[in-house]
C-alpha cells in the first residue's frame, strides 16, 4: 500500500444516498458491492495529518459536507493523535484510509508486435522499413506507431488483438 505524506491531494470517491437524511459515504476502491455511478462524484482532499500508529489512517480535509455527516471540526486531540499542524484546528476534516484514495488509471501503452527473427515489414502509410516487425493489422499489413498515433483515420483496418 503506497503511503502518503501531509500536504498530498489525493482524490477520493463519494456516495450521496437519497435517504430522509441525505447521508454521504465514502466509497473504498476494492468495494464488493458499488454502489450507483450517477449517484458518485470525486472530490480532491488534502491529507493534513497521519496516524502515530498506523501508516494508513489519515485525516483530511473536507469542504464538501455542508451538513456534517461524515466530517467533524479539527480539535486539539487531532493536532496531537495524527499530527495535524496547528494552522487547520478548527478546520473540517474527515478520516480517511488508503482504501480510500481512488489513484488515476493511466492507460498502458500500445504493444508493439515484433519478430524475433531478422526481416522486417513496410509502413502501410508511410512505407518506411521497420526491422524485427511483424503485421500488426487484421488485413495483414504493418503500421508504424507514428503513423498509428498520428494519422489513424487513414487506416481502415484494425488492429490485431492480443
Given at each position: 500500500m503506497?503511503?502518503?505524506k501531509i500536504g498530498d491531494f489525493v482524490r477520493v470517491k463519494v456516495h450521496a444516498s437519497r435517504t430522509p437524511r441525505f447521508d454521504l459515504d465514502l466509497?473504498?476502491?476494492v468495494a464488493t458491492l458499488p454502489p450507483d455511478e450517477k449517484a458518485c462524484t470525486f472530490y480532491s482532499v488534502q491529507i493534513v495529518g497521519c496516524h502515530q500508529m498506523t501508516n494508513h489512517d489519515y485525516i483530511a480535509?473536507?469542504?464538501f459536507d455542508p451538513h456534517s455527516y461524515m466530517?467533524?471540526?479539527i480539535d486539539s486531540w487531532h493536532v496531537k493523535a495524527y499530527d495535524v499542524p496547528d494552522k487547520f484546528?478548527?478546520?473540517k476534516g474527515m478520516?480517511?484510509?488508503t482504501r480510500h484514495v481512488w489513484v488515476p488509471q493511466i492507460k498502458s501503452p500500445t504493444k508493439q508486435i515484433r519478430s524475433s527473427t531478422p526481416g522486417g515489414s513496410h509502413c502501410k502509410?508511410?512505407?518506411?522499413f521497420i526491422?524485427?516487425?511483424n503485421a500488426n493489422r487484421d488485413d495483414g499489413t504493418f503500421a508504424c506507431r507514428r503513423c498509428i498515433q498520428s494519422t489513424p483515420w487513414l487506416l481502415k483496418c484494425k488492429p490485431l488483438d492480443d
Open positions: 503506497r503511503q502518503y466509497i473504498e476502491t480535509l473536507c469542504d466530517s467533524f471540526k484546528n478548527g478546520n478520516f480517511i484510509h502509410l508511410c512505407k518506411k526491422q524485427y516487425a
